[in-house]
């Protein structure tokens, strides 16, 4: 690996200061920004390669093939930011000349760096006013162009969208504004096929000279452009994505489009006392915790110190009132096992949908930190929580008279929370019915999908048979991309069967440890119809607990022991458990 940087570094300078690189672009930029040469720049000998200011604040991917974060912060920088030659820097994602000096506007220009996820300017000498290209910029998340001199009017930005912060500018006007306008604000406009097809060409003409270099690199040549016809691809999938329906411009006149009161409307699941302004939620300070191609979480806490977490998803599809009904419906459901929507909101560009934050976060972490030794996880707690799972997907899975079942389709760790007794709770639920089926398909290499894909049923046992592998063998399959079923399976297959569990399963449980064990790879059978039902599944581990439930009910173990049901519990039950049916 390290061979093939230094390689191809090399291969780029020798080829003339690097057209991937765009290093004559990236010196422009340097020299406007820093007309005092406070970074040392040796001017009239040879330029150095741009990837090896790297303790100056410049990074490269890890090819050493393009610029993707500036950072100059507290420099004493004192000159303009030439976006024209920054923006020709294909692959930046991050600038911040955050607390310098620097003077002039914040050139209209600098939406043409159209990768930019993050670009702070804060703390600056800038002044002119908020160039209203800014808001064309979609891949932008987080922009701070606060402590300046910025003067006039705010683009219509999406507060959504952005951590934005334009803080301290005491000039600028209009910095409350309503929210409709923010999120109708406008909308970038899709690409053209024509425009991607120029920049695929650009893409592969940067590439020309290199091919052409020198014969003895035309191996490390074919790798690379290999590289960025994957990337490529994977641009035109994020590009189709942008371009789906749920985008379209404004002038379109569509019927799910609801008056504009709707849109700023939170539709509450809680009690009067609970209930807050949307304007709230979004005035207050939000931490991202996690980030998916069309979904982005956030932990809020309001100004009275309640804390939420905060589902954004944008590009869902459907009707407006169909997704209304179907979360009215959800957001009325009550059971121990599933995390209750306090509110969502809905408009045409994406939903918000509110929960309370868990603070003991989710079975992802409870089991990572045991696999780091960071904790304990008993047996019994994993018996437990596996039965609380299975009683929430029970749940979910029943059918009523007015109503067809709604499969969840996001059965995976991240999305199980455990409350503060440490019990389950199925969070995200509703949803997935609305996914593009092309984006859910990008998701659908996770180990956690059944071979059909889709939303079933029988996809939501899949998935639940990969939870009880993964409590039973002390493994994760989300960050590992392990194929859990494929791997127990084939030790099962060489009678290996003991080696598949955990030591602390071994230690505590291995008679319960097999009939769990063969629960699990029922749930994980290759075909959907092969698959016992939730309520089967629920069965088979409730035996599995009352048999346990007798031995333990020694009686120096039985304050432990809480029952209910027959589902074993470690902890304390709530009083508000409801029976599964009962649809309150
Ligand atoms: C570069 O050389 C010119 C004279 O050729 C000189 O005036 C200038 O100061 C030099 N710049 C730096 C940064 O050394
Ligand atoms: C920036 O300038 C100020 C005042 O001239 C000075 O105190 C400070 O040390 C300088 N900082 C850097 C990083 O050069
Ligand atoms: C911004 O400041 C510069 C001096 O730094 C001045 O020349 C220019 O006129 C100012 N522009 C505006 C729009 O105020
Ligand atoms: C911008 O940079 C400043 C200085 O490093 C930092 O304090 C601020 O949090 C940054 N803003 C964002 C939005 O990250
Ligand atoms: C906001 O700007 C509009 C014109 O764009 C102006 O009429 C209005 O008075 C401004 N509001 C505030 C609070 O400055």
Known sequence: MLIWVVFSSLLVMVCEGGQLLKSQFFFNFIQAVDPENILGIGWNGSLPHPCMLQRKGVKCNSQAEAIVDIRLENLNLSGIIDADSLCKLPFLRVVSLAKNLIRGSIPESISLCTSLTYLNLSSNLLNGSVPGALTGMKNLRSLDISHNHLLGKIPDFDKHLYKFSLKSNEFLVNETRSLVTMSQGPSPKPETSEARHEKGIRIWASYAPVVICIGFFLLFAFFVNKKAVRSAKEKEILKSLGASPLKSPRTKTTDEVKPEKACSELVFFVGEHARFRLEDLLESAADLQSQSLCSSLYKVTLKNDAVYAVKRVRKLQGGFEEFGQTMRRIGNLRHPNILPLVCYNSSKEEKLLIYNYQRNGSLQTLLENYIEGKREFPWRHRLSIACGIARGLDFIHQKTDHWESIPHGGIKLSNILLNENEEPLISEYGYSKFLDPKTASLYSSNGYTAPERGLSEEGDVFSFGVILLELLTGKTVEKSAL??????????????????????????????AFPMLNISLKCVAHFPENRPSVAEVLEKIEEVVNAQGDIDA???SSIESNYQDGCLLHTVIPETWDTPGSNS
Do not use: I, Y
């Not at 194929?483 to 319960?512: C, H, I, Y």
């Open 554 to 556: 020694s009686p120096d």
């Open 483 to 512: 194929d859990l079923p494929k791997w127990v399976k084939s030790m099962v297959r060489e009678e290996w069967t003991g080696e598949v569990f955990d030591k602390e399963v071994n230690r505590a449980a291995k008679q319960w």
